[in-house]
């Protein structure tokens, strides 16, 4: 793998741009940054993340709050209509996909994001305030939940949205238990010390088939094997409450779920305050404010 420094002052992670050949580029960022923040996590996990780009935190959740989301992501799951927008289907039948900004519209949610164990423990890997960029459930119900394809969400972030740097994280509360036959996380660790160029360029609104099947923004599979034969690939499997937390640049993806069993998620991005979005690299207009924030308060 050769590495290659960017010179760009306006743009430290070009992909996606006319005659861009795809490289691999050095990480400009700290992935654990200096904090006075305290928080529930030990030195020796932060470590870890710092290494691997991602933790598993087992029974993070006490099993009330963890029932309590559960409840509540049937409810919306089973309640929601499919509109394209906030609530998205798969690609090829009338199955909910995502839900998007679950944060704002449920309250349960909504407190449950600004909980130490999640929004404390942000703040204390970006040594920052933070607020959510992002939010979502993920639902892959037995027999019909689709892949995630690899990439990185950074590089969508950054050219699509205009985050500008690596200062960010998602945090992934499992509400199923996540076992090796019902599609779960997979993570490339270390991955996130190098940004994957990708080729091509985004058409407008590429949001809307994006976040069903995502065709820009997915590294060559050359870059990928290269990349998985150096650092390997890590299944993330744990029981209901346990929470993931993986950087913004950590390659990452999860097949389909062809077991009978659901595998749902709750994904919480927090960015920190000092990065947040700018014009996005790509040129075109900003992704709508369910899907990245722009007007937010920290948390």
């Not at 005659?19 to 700290?30: C, F, N, Y």
């Not at 923040?37 to 087992?58: K, R, V, W």
């Not at 976040?211 to 650092?231: A, F, I, N, W």
Request: charged share 20%; hydrophobic share 35%.
């Amino acid at each position: 793998m050769t590495l290659v420094e960017t010179t760009s002052r306006e743009d430290l992670y070009p992909s996606r741009t006319p005659h861009l050949v795809p490289g691999w580029l050095r990480r400009q960022e700290p992935t654990v940054y200096p904090s006075d923040f305290e928080g529930p996590l030990s030195d020796g996990q932060l470590a870890f993340y710092d290494i691997h780009g991602f933790l598993c935190l087992e029974d993070w959740l006490d099993d009330a709050s963890t029932e309590e989301l559960k409840r509540e992501s049937d409810r919306l799951g089973s309640s929601a209509q499919i509109d394209g927008e906030r609530v998205v289907g798969e690609p090829d039948r009338n199955v909910i996909r995502s839900i998007f900004e679950p944060h704002a519209t449920n309250q349960i949610i909504n407190k449950l994001t600004k909980r130490p164990e999640l929004a404390g423990a942000a703040r204390q890997i970006l040594g920052d305030e933070v607020y959510i960029h992002q939010s979502r459930l993920n639902f892959k119900p037995g027999f019909e939940g689709k892949a995630f394809d690899w990439h990185s969400d950074f590089e969508t972030w950054h050219v699509e949205d205009g985050m500008p740097r690596m200062r960010a994280l998602s945090c992934v509360v499992l509400i199923h238990e996540n076992f090796i036959h019902n599609g779960p996380l997979m993570i490339v660790p270390g991955s996130h010390r190098v940004y994957l160029q990708c080729g091509g360029q985004t058409p407008e609104n590429h949001y809307r088939q994006s976040l069903q099947k995502q065709q820009y923004g997915v590294p060559d599979r050359t870059q990928l094997k290269e990349l998985m034969s150096q650092h390997g690939i890590h299944t993330m499997l744990g029981k209901p409450g346990t929470v993931i937390l993986f950087d913004c640049n950590a390659m990452h993806g999860s097949a389909g779920n062809i077991s009978p069993f659901p595998r749902n998620n709750l994904f919480v991005v927090f960015n920190a305050a000092s990065n947040a979005l700018v014009a996005p690299y790509c040129g075109l207009k900003p992704r709508p404010e369910h899907i990245a924030s722009r007007s937010f308060q920290t948390l």
